[in-house]
C-alpha cells in the first residue's frame, strides 16, 4: 500500500520555524521527483517547492526562496520542508507529492502561522 505522511506541522509566530516531513513507502521512493503544494484556506492549491530523484536539483516558488528548504534522504524515505521566517499567509494545509509516471498525494499538515 502505496503510502506519504506528512507531520511536522501546528501552530507557529510570525518570524518562527518549522520543519516538515513526509514518510514514504509502498513505491520505490528514489524513483520518484518529490514536491510540497499548500492549499490555503478557501484558496486552490498552490505548488510550493520541489526536488528531483537524489536530491541534486531543487526548485521554488518566488515567495519561498530564500525561506524555505527542500530537501530528502533516500536511506529513510523521507522528504523535508524546512520553513523559516514564517509569514501568516504560509497558513495553510501542506501536501506531500510524489511524482513519476503516476502520483501519489499525503493526506496533509496543517500549519497556522499567527500571533
Known amino acids: 500500500e502505496v503510502q506519504l505522511v506528512e507531520s511536522g506541522g501546528g501552530l507557529v509566530q510570525p518570524g518562527g520555524s518549522l520543519r516538515l516531513s513526509c514518510a514514504a513507502s509502498?513505491?520505490?521512493?528514489?524513483?520518484?521527483?518529490m514536491s510540497w503544494v499548500r492549499q490555503a484556506p478557501g484558496k486552490g492549491l498552490e505548488w510550493v517547492s520541489a526536488?528531483?530523484?537524489?536530491?541534486?536539483?531543487?526548485y521554488y516558488a518566488e515567495s519561498m526562496k530564500g525561506r524555505f528548504t527542500i530537501s530528502r534522504d533516500n536511506a529513510k524515505n523521507t522528504v523535508y520542508l524546512q520553513m523559516n521566517s514564517l509569514k501568516p499567509e504560509d497558513t495553510a494545509v501542506y501536501y506531500c507529492?510524489?511524482?513519476?509516471?503516476?502520483?501519489?498525494w499525503g493526506q496533509g499538515t496543517l500549519v497556522a502561522v499567527s500571533p
Open positions: 526536488i528531483n530523484w537524489n536530491g541534486g536539483s531543487t
Open positions: 509502498g513505491f520505490t521512493f528514489d524513483d520518484y521527483a
Open positions: 507529492n510524489a511524482r513519476h509516471q503516476i502520483q501519489f
